[in-house]
């Protein structure tokens, strides 16, 4: 029984030097859609004698496959191609049929992958299942990274049972938040809350902390005219683009009030606290109340995370709450990856201060961060960083 490949780029025949210009195109087409919900973002580029002939992507849950949408595209022409898919074709018949199956019935040639799929549905049996029917599969080794990349929940959730985190905030020049009266409307520009609108969109939940409900009462919800986005790109996203995210409100004492904005808008919101859900005296309507596991007097971070992924299967959130909430998140070590949106004004000393983290008494003690990406966003500046 012949097995899977797997090559690194330096190790490349010269006939299939190319192979990483296709693996690139389908890890890109894979990163066109916004919000795959618990499922992957997953690109697939058919090629025949250097020509690409059918492309596709997996562009919402229930929709068709990354390798359907390319072999429906090539027709005939996908038969002896070489199909390169960023992630293993699945074996299993979930809400579409295995894609292994149908890259077998369209007659390609072989199939080359960057990442095996961690789903214990398929983790290895589509690449098994492709060899059996005597097509050769072949691993670029180098990709599994980039390709682990453009859906890092899916991987998280399935490997660790939490979603992905991003922690978003936005300061001064001078590292604060508000000022001291609380007024924070607007430390950053127009575009970078549109940038923001982006980063929600691409979320399964937005989580804030009922500090934030009480001060700002905040929508957190997904605007479409404010998304900047082509058209075409809200064409091709409509379907994942129509469902908000879950609003999800850490509230201990279920303290958050009826008329708070976030309640009532389109979309389902949750709230954590530390209550069961019959403490509740007045439930609002498209409301859930979960009582968060764990105990304690505050909702364990960990523990509603674990939920968001098990019961909501939520890959991918996004933090938007004030300096104790977004401090709790970081030195939990929960969050994954942190969005700056850096304003060019000072607001003086008596502002507040991005973060509340005490006690860090020593330089080995502080909290180290490497930026992965850097830019500027109109007149703020936008930093990317990840822990290390
Ligand atoms: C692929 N290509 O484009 C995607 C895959 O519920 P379903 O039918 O959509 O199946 C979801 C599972 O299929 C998901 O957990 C993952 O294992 C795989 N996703 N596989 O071959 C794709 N999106
Ligand atoms: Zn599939």
């Known amino acids: 029984m012949k097995t899977m490949k797997k090559i690194r780029n330096d190790e490349l025949e010269p006939e299939i030097v190319d192979w990483p210009v296709y693996m690139r195109r389908a890890i890109d087409l894979a990163g066109n859609a916004i919000n795959t919900s618990s499922n992957p973002r997953v690109g697939c580029v058919l090629v025949t004698n250097q020509e690409i002939v059918g492309e596709g992507w997996h562009v919402a849950m229930g929709e068709d496959h990354a390798e359907v949408m390319a072999l429906k595209l090539a027709g005939d022409r996908a038969r002896s191609s070489?199909?390169?898919?960023?992630?293993?074709p699945c074996s299993h018949t979930g809400r579409t049929g295995p894609c292994s199956d149908a890259l077998i019935a369209a007659g390609v040639s072989q199939v080359v992958i960057a990442s095996i799929d961690p789903n214990p549905e398929v983790a290895g049996s589509g690449v098994?299942?492709?060899i059996e029917a005597g097509i050769p599969v072949t691993q670029l080794s180098d990709f599994d990274s980039l390709?682990?990349?453009?859906t890092p929940g899916y991987f998280k959730r399935r490997e660790q049972g939490i979603p992905y985190v991003r922690c978003k905030l936005a300061m001064s020049l001078d590292g604060r938040t508000a000022l001291?009266?609380?007024?924070?409307?607007?430390?950053?520009?127009?575009?970078?809350?549109?940038?923001?609108?982006?980063?929600?969109?691409?979320?399964?939940?937005?989580?804030?902390?009922?500090?934030?409900?009480l001060a700002d009462d905040p929508s957190l919800n997904v605007r479409i005219g404010d998304l900047k986005l082509a058209?075409?790109?809200?064409?091709?996203?409509e379907l994942s683009l129509s469902k908000q995210p879950l609003r999800v409100i850490l509230d201990s004492q279920?303290?958050?009030?009826?008329?708070?904005?976030?309640?009532?808008?389109?979309?389902?919101?949750?709230?954590?606290s530390i209550q069961p859900p019959d403490a509740v005296k007045n439930p609002a309507p498209n409301v859930e109340y979960l009582q968060a596991a764990g105990g304690g007097k505050r909702v364990s971070l960990h523990s509603m995370l674990e939920s968001l992924a098990s019961d909501f299967g939520c890959t991918e959130v996004l933090v938007e709450a004030g300096a104790t909430l977004s401090a709790a998140f970081i030195q939990a070590g929960l969050v994954d990856?942190?969005?700056i949106y850096i304003a060019p004004k000072l607001l003086g000393s008596d502002a507040r201060s991005l973060l509340n983290i005490a006690g860090i008494e020593s330089m080995?003690?502080?909290?180290d961060f490497e930026i992965t990406d850097l830019r500027q966003i109109d007149r703020d500046i936008r930093v990317v960083l990840k822990p290390i």
Not at 147 to 150: D, F
Not at 181 to 201: M, P, T, Y
Request: charged share 25%; net charge positive.
């Open 180 to 213: 001291a009266n609380g007024e924070s409307k607007w430390i950053s520009g127009r575009e970078s809350r549109s940038d923001v609108q982006r980063l929600r969109a691409a979320s399964g939940a937005v989580i804030t902390g009922i500090g934030t409900v």
């Open 147 to 150: 390709s682990r990349a453009v």
């Open 231 to 237: 058209p075409e790109e809200i064409a091709r996203n």
């Open 82 to 88: 070489i199909a390169f898919v960023s992630l293993e």
């Open 337 to 339: 990856e942190l969005i």
């Open 128 to 130: 098994a299942k492709l």
């Open 254 to 272: 279920l303290r958050t009030p009826g008329t708070a904005k976030i309640l009532n808008l389109p979309g389902e919101v949750k709230i954590f």
């Open 364 to 367: 080995s003690d502080s909290l």
